[in-house]
């Protein structure tokens, strides 16, 4: 019984991902998406963070936001798996409930 | 109601937002009036600045906006009775139970003794009731 | 498997409509069923038929409307919400004497009953928001 | 003093429009000029003639129109942000051949320009917003 | 020559208190207003950094927003002035510019 | 344009958000190209998350969206030529000029030299030009 949690809110701008990775349990997955996708990159203030986060969260990442905003999959945080549109569906599906932390 | 057919799932509403700033507090509460009417488990949640949401004597007078604080209390008449108030959220705004209004209802199987519905939670076991719901709406 | 989808804020303002769309066909194109999609807060303003964007950039009602039209899908505008916001149907213009209704093709305007409806019905409910 | 002022966000679902409403209440009450209220973004929905608040909550529309027309106030929509965002005065509809327009009473629709221009010739611009 | 900044959000959902106080010139004025009055607020996470801040800025926070929020005027911070929208058009004026932090 | 009548102020237009996410950075782009054609004093601040707006090779195609990140280039072709990058800002996203693109103008007063019209500034010397504007637009 895991949840998927989706974060779309850059971690300098808003606190979502900081209360997601609070809040959601261990063995959980988390998708960052739209403006979320800037957690999930190298050598930022919050990078450190998510990788601690990683021991006890599954971590993946939107491919097409992170494109879209100009920065590489090769800059993604080691670990956290670069997704399609497809995938998010299957993540969607694999899992048992989704929270949007909005 | 017609859909409900048997099907119980659990429903969790996520408040994490002051209210007046922003209409999502507002708006989650009429989404909660209307769940009331089917036969589903109604957990509501309030962490974040969503405990901003639950503070006594609210005034909106000087804003020009409409007080609707004063529905919290009426969820008890509709069988909205497990409201839970994170705890580590309370403290890291210098707030307590004390500035939140009492929430209550009465419980039919023990004629009708009024109970408190709001319970404050710690983070593990907030986490642990969220992760057992069958769906989340954010608000 | 069968989706609710939630959607939270207008359309351009935010990323929500798009991101949704785009899980929306690719779930679609998965084979999955798309139960409703709800129109809530802002969102209801996707459903406007009087929107004129740029020539070069997508045109989200319409697309949302197409899709709609291709695959049956159910789009639901939140009545409550599109009141206060101004949205309005056909019915609903002459209800509140208005001179004017703005809802594009494909989407209706009801309840929030359609909301848990979607959430019990569906197997997952996923929410695009701000 | 004259005060420019801008506002960002649509009706209801930010406090922008409640809050810049009281300011240049006051504003007027301590005797200021308003020279112009510019609604960008989905700040230009605050112009729509279609909302029906619930009746116990005030109508964000209506309040701007009339206090307009007692103030002689001049309330710009934004065109580029009306267009995406399906604003149209009766103007406009014709221009985009669509079948109703949705503006109401004491607002114009007009250029980018106009903000600028604003911000020239205020002695303040501020700024409501999310 | 000084500045009034507006701030109108929660320090605890997003960064434009921080990025307000980081970046306002020594000298000039801050008023905390919508959701913003939350971080005028005795004892919470932010208040200690917000009462450094006072030696270079002047704080104001809008009284008919704390009210309407069910705190109270008592609990403000020591130092920062509470005013209505009659101040806040009187700071308007006295400053030679507004910012919005948004 | 007929309203300039000799006032010449400094603008600011202050950009603090990723693009894509929200409209903000594109609608802000729309007002900077019209305020070109006044005779006013412009100078951009791109800060805290705003930096990701100049990012090279942005790729809009997997999002549906239009990919307006071309037009910073142009800015140069308007006389828009003091575009500001806050230097924290980038550090803490692991960014550097770098990463951005070149953005460069004509200057006329010298026999229209391509010269560069982005600056990365420190936070002191940000503070300063902010608190010198007339005018601070935000978005």
């Not at chain 3, 740029?54 to 639901?76: I, T």
């Amino acid at each position: 019984m895991t949840m998927l949690h989706t974060v779309n809110k850059s971690p300098f701008e808003r606190n979502t991902l900081e209360s997601c990775l609070r809040l959601a349990k261990k063995g959980s997955a988390v998708l960052l998406f739209e403006d979320g996708v800037i957690g999930a990159m190298q050598n930022t203030k919050f990078s450190e963070k998510v990788s601690q986060a990683m021991s006890d969260l599954s971590f993946y990442v939107l491919g097409p936001d992170i494109k879209a905003r100009g920065l590489s999959e090769k800059k993604v945080i080691d670990g956290i798996k670069v997704v399609d549109y497809n995938d998010f569906v299957d993540l969607t599906a694999e899992h048992n409930a989704v929270q949007s932390w909005l | 109601m017609e859909t409900a057919e048997g099907v119980v799932k659990k429903f969790c509403y996520m408040n994490r937002k002051a209210p007046y700033g922003t209409i999502y507090a507002l708006e989650s509460l009429e989404v909660v009036l209307i769940a009331a009417a089917f036969d589903q488990d109604i957990s509501l949640v309030f962490a974040d600045d969503g405990v901003y949401q639950l503070t006594k004597d609210q005034d909106t007078d000087g804003i020009g906006m409409k007080n609707f604080s004063k529905t919290y209390s009426a969820l008890g008449d509709y069988d909205i009775n497990k409201i839970y108030v994170e705890k580590e959220s309370l403290e890291e705004r210098g707030l307590s139970v004390d500035d939140l209004q009492a929430l209550t209802y009465e419980d039919e199987d023990d004629d009708w003794a009024e109970k408190n519905s709001l319970f404050v939670v710690g983070r593990e076991e907030l986490t642990a009731l969220i992760d057992e719901q069958d769906v989340v709406l954010s608000f | 498997m069968k989706f609710g989808i939630v959607i939270n804020e207008g359309p351009y303002t935010h990323q929500s409509s798009d991101s949704a769309l785009q899980f929306v066909k690719a779930a679609l194109g998965k084979g999955h069923e798309i139960f409703r999609i709800f129109f809530y807060h802002d969102g209801v303003n996707n459903g406007t038929d009087l929107g004129v964007p740029p020539q070069d950039d997508r045109n989200l009602a319409k697309e949302w409307s197409e899709l709609a039209e291709k695959h049956g899908l159910d789009l639901v505008v939140c009545i409550a919400a599109a009141q206060r916001r101004g949205m309005l149907d056909a019915d609903e213009m002459k209800r509140h004497g208005k001179n004017a209704s703005n809802l594009s093709k494909g989407f209706r305007i009801s309840g929030l009953g359609q909301l848990i409806e979607a959430g019990i019905q569906a197997d997952r409910l996923v929410t695009f928001g701000d």
